[in-house]
C-alpha cells in the first residue's frame, strides 16, 4: 500500500501562527523541535519537570521555560516530548484536567495513544509529528536549509484540521523541504516497536553479540573478532543506508558478496522468521505494552539489572580498546 507524501507546497504554517506551542520535554528531540519551530516564526514555551536541569538550557537558548502547567496555559497546541514512560502521568495529572476544546495535543510516537495510556478527550485533536532521525540531526539540518523525513498521522479529529496543522507543525520543524509521509498511530507504533526490537536494536545487536562469542570461542583473537563482527558493521550499513543492499554489493568483494547471498539466509532462517512474527504479534496484541508499562510501575527490576549485565560485555571491552586507536571518532 502506498503513503501520500507532501512537501512544502502542501503546508500553510499560517493555521498555527496564532497558537502558542507548548513543548513539553528539553531533551534531543524537545530541544530540536522547539528550536527549529522557534526559527521558523511560531510562539513556543518549553515546559519542565521540576527539579530537571533543562529549563536553563533552554532559557540560554533564548526561549521561555517554565512548569508544565506555565508552558501549557494559553497554548493552542501541547507537544509531549518527554520520555514515553513519563508522558502518561504528566498528561493524566497536569495536561489532562485543564484542556479545553479547540486544543491540539501532538506526539512524536504513537506508544501512549496506541496503548491507552493516554486518552484525550474527545473534544480536542490529537496528531503525530515523527521526525526520522535524532534531534541532533533535526536541528543541524534545519539550521543547513534541509530536513529530516518524517511522519504524521490524525488519531483524532475534532475540528476537521487535525491533518493541516500536522503539516504546518511538520513544516515548522523543516520536515517538508525533504517530505513528510502519511501514516497512522497504529502503523506507526507497531512498526517502531518491531523494528526496534528485532531488527536496529535487538536483531543487530544479539546479531553481533553472537559473532563476536563464536570466533572467540573457537579461539580467534577477541580483537580480530571485534574488527569482523562489529567494527565493520558501520561501513556495511552506512553503504546500505545511502543506496540500498545494491550499493552495498557494489562496493564488497565478490567473495563477500558469494557468503552474503548464500550463507546469510542460514543464519536468519525460517525459525528466525517464525520468531520475528511471534514478536510483532506480541506488539499487535498489546502484551509487549502491557509488560513495558509494568515493568516501569515496578521500577525497572527486569530493565535495570539486564542494563547491569550489558554493561559488562567483553565486546565492548575489547571494542573500548580498539577505538582508542581510531583518532577520527573523537
Given at each position: 500500500?502506498?503513503?501520500?507524501?507532501?512537501?512544502?507546497?502542501?503546508?500553510?504554517?499560517?493555521?498555527?501562527?496564532?497558537?502558542?506551542?507548548?513543548?513539553l520535554g528539553y531533551g534531543s528531540q524537545g530541544r530540536a523541535?522547539?528550536?527549529?519551530?522557534?526559527?521558523?516564526?511560531?510562539?513556543?514555551?518549553?515546559?519542565?519537570?521540576?527539579?530537571?536541569?533543562?529549563?536553563?538550557?533552554?532559557?540560554?537558548?533564548?526561549?521561555?521555560?517554565?512548569?508544565?502547567?506555565?508552558?501549557?496555559?494559553?497554548?493552542?497546541?501541547?507537544?509531549?516530548?518527554?520520555?514515553?514512560?513519563?508522558?502518561?502521568?504528566?498528561?493524566?495529572?497536569?495536561?489532562?484536567?485543564?484542556?479545553?476544546?479547540?486544543?491540539?495535543?501532538?506526539?512524536?510516537?504513537?506508544?501512549?495513544?496506541?496503548?491507552?495510556?493516554?486518552?484525550?478527550?474527545?473534544?480536542?485533536?490529537?496528531?503525530?509529528?515523527?521526525?526520522?532521525?535524532?534531534?541532533?540531526?533535526?536541528?543541524?539540518?534545519?539550521?543547513?536549509?534541509?530536513?529530516?523525513?518524517?511522519?504524521?498521522?490524525?488519531?483524532?479529529?475534532?475540528?476537521?484540521?487535525?491533518?493541516?496543522?500536522?503539516?504546518?507543525?511538520?513544516?515548522?520543524?523543516?520536515?517538508?523541504?525533504?517530505?513528510?509521509?502519511?501514516?497512522?498511530?497504529?502503523?506507526?507504533?507497531?512498526?517502531?516497536?518491531?523494528?526496534?526490537?528485532?531488527?536496529?536494536?535487538?536483531?543487530?545487536?544479539?546479531?553481533?553479540?553472537?559473532?563476536?562469542?563464536?570466533?572467540?570461542?573457537?579461539?580467534?583473537?577477541?580483537?580480530?573478532?571485534?574488527?569482523?563482527?562489529?567494527?565493520?558493521?558501520?561501513?556495511?550499513?552506512?553503504?546500505?543506508?545511502?543506496?540500498?543492499?545494491?550499493?552495498?554489493?557494489?562496493?564488497?568483494?565478490?567473495?563477500?558478496?558469494?557468503?552474503?547471498?548464500?550463507?546469510?539466509?542460514?543464519?536468519?532462517?525460517?525459525?528466525?522468521?517464525?520468531?520475528?512474527?511471534?514478536?510483532?504479534?506480541?506488539?499487535?496484541?498489546?502484551?509487549?505494552?502491557?509488560?513495558?508499562?509494568?515493568?516501569?510501575?515496578?521500577?525497572?527490576?527486569?530493565?535495570?539489572?539486564?542494563?547491569?549485565?550489558?554493561?559488562?560485555?567483553?565486546?565492548?571491552?575489547?571494542?573500548?580498546?580498539?577505538?582508542?586507536?581510531?583518532?577520527?571518532?573523537?
Open positions: 500500500m502506498s503513503l501520500n507524501i507532501y512537501y512544502a507546497k502542501d503546508a500553510d504554517p499560517a493555521c498555527l501562527s496564532d497558537k502558542k506551542i507548548a513543548v523541535h522547539a528550536l527549529n519551530l522557534k526559527d521558523s516564526g511560531f510562539e513556543v514555551m518549553v515546559g519542565v519537570r521540576p527539579g530537571g536541569n533543562t529549563m536553563d538550557q533552554a532559557k540560554a537558548d533564548g526561549i521561555p521555560a517554565g512548569t508544565v502547567e506555565e508552558a501549557c496555559q494559553g497554548a493552542g497546541l501541547i507537544a509531549f516530548l518527554f520520555p514515553d514512560p513519563s508522558q502518561p502521568e504528566v498528561f493524566n495529572k497536569l495536561v489532562a484536567p485543564n484542556l479545553k476544546p479547540g486544543q491540539i495535543i501532538l506526539v512524536a510516537h504513537g506508544f501512549n495513544l496506541h496503548y491507552g495510556q493516554m486518552v484525550p478527550p474527545p473534544e480536542v485533536d490529537v496528531i503525530m509529528v515523527a521526525p526520522k532521525g535524532p534531534g541532533n540531526l533535526v536541528r543541524e539540518l534545519y539550521k543547513m536549509g534541509q530536513g529530516i523525513p518524517s511522519l504524521i498521522a490524525v488519531h483524532q479529529d475534532a475540528s476537521g484540521r487535525a491533518k493541516e496543522f500536522a503539516l504546518a507543525y511538520a513544516h515548522g520543524l523543516g520536515a517538508t523541504r525533504a517530505g513528510v509521509v502519511e501514516t497512522t498511530i497504529q502503523e506507526e507504533t507497531e512498526t517502531d516497536l518491531f523494528g526496534e526490537q528485532a531488527v536496529i536494536c535487538g536483531g543487530i545487536s544479539s546479531l553481533i553479540k553472537a559473532g563476536f562469542e563464536t570466533l572467540v570461542e573457537a579461539g580467534y583473537a577477541p580483537e580480530m573478532a571485534f574488527f569482523e563482527c562489529c567494527h565493520e558493521m558501520k561501513l556495511i550499513v552506512d553503504l546500505i543506508y545511502q543506496g540500498g543492499m545494491k550499493r552495498m554489493r557494489r562496493f564488497i568483494s565478490d567473495t563477500a558478496k558469494y557468503g552474503d547471498m548464500t550463507r546469510g539466509p542460514r543464519v536468519i532462517d525460517e525459525q528466525v522468521r517464525r520468531r520475528m512474527k511471534e514478536i510483532l504479534a506480541k506488539i499487535q496484541n498489546g502484551e509487549f505494552a502491557r509488560e513495558w508499562v509494568l515493568e516501569n510501575q515496578a521500577n525497572r527490576p527486569v530493565y535495570n539489572a539486564l542494563m547491569e549485565t550489558e554493561a559488562k560485555l567483553d565486546l565492548d571491552e575489547v571494542g573500548d580498546r580498539m577505538r582508542a586507536m581510531m583518532g577520527w571518532l573523537d
